[in-house]
């Protein structure tokens, strides 16, 4: 979720924006079924495995993205383009925190997306100059974690949110594994100069592009008019019938 840095031979990687964008708008998509949801324009589970899935992908695309623009910034050695998108996710994460302090106080988001990616990105960084061992680092994360137990820490979620006094119920939260495997496979799509692939040239995958290179500000922005167009809508068909 932040600008792609490519080595400085070669261009801006269409490929790398445009899939970072199909995050951003299968993440919109998520987020107005769930707008449309909460007014009771659909109904459904968000435990129910489509969903699950679904929310999963989207996962998946940001954070190999997040594992991937890391290699090609320490190729490109635009070290102080770390520095600049940390102190943007700090801000823009605890923005979030705030906002939803304030507005559901009883659900806020104290580790979202955003708090994960920060975190994250400081952890799985130094593995980003090695590929090939990150790939496999976090493969075996993922194998750890979708063959046994040891990574799932059952009761880990409860007590350290009783500790600190935080509500259990919120409105994002990203658990730390399997996600910090996904990022450290990130890296090996720089390696295997995957951002060189061409794109073709259609509208669609302009807009793609163009929602990658912003896919932060646009993750800010987007549930505020999507939630605004639903409930917008919902009152206009409450004052009709």
């Known amino acids: 979720m932040q600008p792609s840095s490519i080595d400085a031979s070669i261009k801006r990687s269409n490929f790398l924006d445009a899939y970072r964008g199909l995050a951003v708008l299968l993440m919109m998509i998520f987020h ?16 129910d495995p489509f969903w699950v899935y679904f929310r999963s992908l989207i ?3 940001f954070l190999t993205a997040i594992g991937w623009s890391s290699y090609l910034t320490i190729k490109k050695g635009s070290h102080q383009s770390f520095w600049k998108r940390d102190i943007k996710l700090f801000l823009c994460a605890s923005a979030i925190s705030l906002a939803t302090y304030l507005a559901v106080p009883d659900q806020w988001i104290y580790f979202g997306i955003l708090h994960f990616i920060f975190i994250a990105s400081l952890v ?20 750890i ?49 995957c951002h060189k692939y061409p794109t073709p040239k259609s509208l669609f995958v302009n807009i793609l592009a163009f ?14 008019f999507l939630f605004a167009l639903v409930a917008g809508f919902k009152m206009v068909l409450t004052f009709i019938f």
């Open 145 to 193: 974690y979708h063959t046994t137990h040891y990574l799932t820490f059952p009761n880990a979620f409860a007590n350290i949110t009783d500790f600190l006094g935080l509500p259990q119920r919120t409105l994002d939260i990203v658990f730390p594994f399997p996600w910090i495997g996904v990022i450290l496979i990130g890296p090996l799509l720089g390696y295997l100069n």
């Open 124 to 143: 799985t960084r130094p593995f980003a100059k090695w590929p090939i061992a990150s790939a496999v680092i976090g493969s075996v994360i993922l194998l």
């Open 211 to 224: 929602m990658g290179r912003f896919a932060l500000p646009i993750y800010l922005v987007h549930q505020v």
């Open 59 to 61: 996962l998946t695309l």
């Open 32 to 47: 107005f079924c769930w707008d449309l949801r909460s007014f009771g324009f659909m109904e459904y589970s968000i435990h």
